[in-house]
């Protein structure tokens, strides 16, 4: 009953809810008429897994990597798409000290380019790179064209 009436949770995350406490009142099974409270605590953002695909390094000092990224290529872990992304190739390239330059959910990531799009990408390797880049691309000290073919 109440995977009908919430139908972005599964069944097994409504029952996990109901074991946590998470639905008042409590009850085995819902009540037909029964006005229930869920509470759903806030998705944590999932920490990218190192994969090993293949990147095109155009160039790579110890502050930061420019590559080619392909066009189809997701830069980013998002819903739908777990893996096979940009970050996914980054960490397997870079190795653990780049879990969490910028945030967990898009280590080293200054800018982004659409999965269609192909082109130059700049991942910071330290945290120190990323602010100092983000911070240029934000006075539009440096920039990002793009270039139809």
């Known amino acids: 009953m109440l995977a009908r ?15 946590e406490g998470r639905v008042t009142p409590a009850a085995r099974k819902a009540v037909a008429g029964q006005r229930y409270r ?17 990147l095109a390094v ?4 110890a502050h930061l990597v420019v590559v080619d990224k392909p066009a189809g290529m997701v830069a980013h872990p998002a819903p739908g798409h777990d ?40 991942a910071a390797k330290t945290e120190a790179a990323h602010a100092g880049l983000r911070a240029l691309l934000e006075a539009h000290d440096i920039g990002r064209g793009d270039l139809a073919r």
């Open 83 to 122: 893996g096979g992304t940009l970050v996914n190739a980054l960490l397997a390239h870079c190795g653990p000290e780049l879990t969490g330059v910028g945030g967990v959910a898009r280590p080293g990531i200054v800018h982004r380019l659409d999965k269609d799009t192909s082109g130059l990408i700049v």
């Open 38 to 54: 869920v509470s759903v605590p806030p998705a944590r953002p999932a920490e990218p897994a190192a994969e090993a695909i293949p």
């Open 5 to 19: 009436a919430i139908p972005e949770l599964s069944r097994s995350h409504i029952q996990a809810l109901m074991a």
């Open 58 to 61: 155009v160039h790579e000092d």
